[in-house]
């Protein structure tokens, strides 16, 4: 099977990394048109990740990534310090775009990194260095999620129906993405598995994105409205849940898009396990718990005038976190790049190497 390239670098030459530009999909003309971003700018970089051209945590990480080492091969060639400054200016920058996500943060700290370890290269060197670490993060966040869905696929039997929420798909990371990923492996395997994908209000990751790279792949995909979950589990169409993260604490508290810890609690109401799945890069062992994790508040015209037109009188108050916090407590298991990790996953956490 096909993956999608939803983040990569384009070099400009053959035979070198640099100079090159960031290359995404841009994912708010999906489903629509399929088209891509290409640009070497940090602010068209920001832009992107602000807006949700490019959206879904690990994705956000190699986009920051790729911005910063963007903005650092601008820099003049006197010395490293210039190339530095820009690097540092940029991550400072990039780190402003959303603030839910950690792995945007975990990506632009391992960039600043090895910035600073290899200062001691000529400038030309050290810019090459960047711009590979910003592949490397890509290619391993490409690895763990292949990972991830064989784990997860060892959850999954002939015939099962997943629900998902928002999109943890290919879109949202290097390749296969962490909640899809199992779903992936399994039909790749020929396990007849088919899901149903909320559409995940108000800006439907779930119907534009989750279903059109699912039917792009052959496999089936049925889309309710968010308020439709708790039927579809009563009625006995659901076997499991899987969603992704955008941040897991270290007591396995998970942040994911809004409307995540309603269907925790719909799942649990109905006997229905609930896994999340996503790679190291999203759990931050400095988060001691779910009230730690910073929620996004999005336009409220997202809400009041979605896709084009109003859906709400003018001026109404309007309420719009993008996250919420589904607690430990509601998950079954937390499916990484190592394995399928049960609670309680305070000590499974603090037992990963990160
Ligand atoms: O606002 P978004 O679309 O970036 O939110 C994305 C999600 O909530 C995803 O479920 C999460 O980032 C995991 S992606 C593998």
Known sequence: ???????????????????????????????????????????????????????????????????AA????????????????ALHAAADYLATSRPTAVN????????????????ALPPRALKTRLVREAIAIRDEDAAMCR?????????????????????????AAAEFGTALAPIYTAHAVGLRVSVIADETRPLLQGSRLTAWEL???????????????????????????????DRIAANGDAANKIGTYGVAILAQAHGIPFYVLAPTSTIDPATPDGAAIPIEQRAVEEITHGFGRATAPDGVAV????FDVTPARLIAGIVCEHGILCPPFAAAIAALKH
């Not at 963007?70 to 400054?85: C, F, G, H, I, M």
């Not at 990972?147 to 879109?171: E, F, K, M, S, W």
Request: proline share 5%; glycine share 8%; with cysteine.
């Open 319 to 322: 309420y719009a976190p993008a």
């Open 104 to 119: 945007l943060f975990w990506a632009l700290a391992r960039m600043r990194a090895v910035g600073e370890t290899n200062r």
């Open 70 to 85: 963007a903005a650092a091969q601008t820099a003049d060639e006197t010395d490293s310090a210039p190339v530095l400054a």
């Open 147 to 171: 990972a991830i869905g064989r784990h997860g696929a060892t959850l999954l039997h002939d015939g099962d129906t997943v629900l998902t929420h928002c999109n943890a798909g290919g879109l």
């Open 215 to 245: 039917r792009q792949a052959g496999i089936p995909v049925t889309v309710i409205c968010d308020n439709m979950a708790a039927q579809v589990m009563h009625e006995g169409r659901v076997a499991l849940v899987f969603v992704g993260a």
């Open 1 to 67: 099977m096909r993956a999608l390239r939803t983040v990569e670098w384009l070099a400009d030459t053959p035979d070198s990394p640099v100079p090159g530009r960031v290359r995404l999909i841009d994912q708010t003309r999906l489903p629509g048109e399929l088209v891509w971003l290409e640009t070497a700018d940090v602010d068209a970089i920001w832009k992107a990740i602000q807006t949700l051209q490019v959206r879904g945590a690990p994705a956000i990480g190699i986009a920051a990534a790729m911005g």
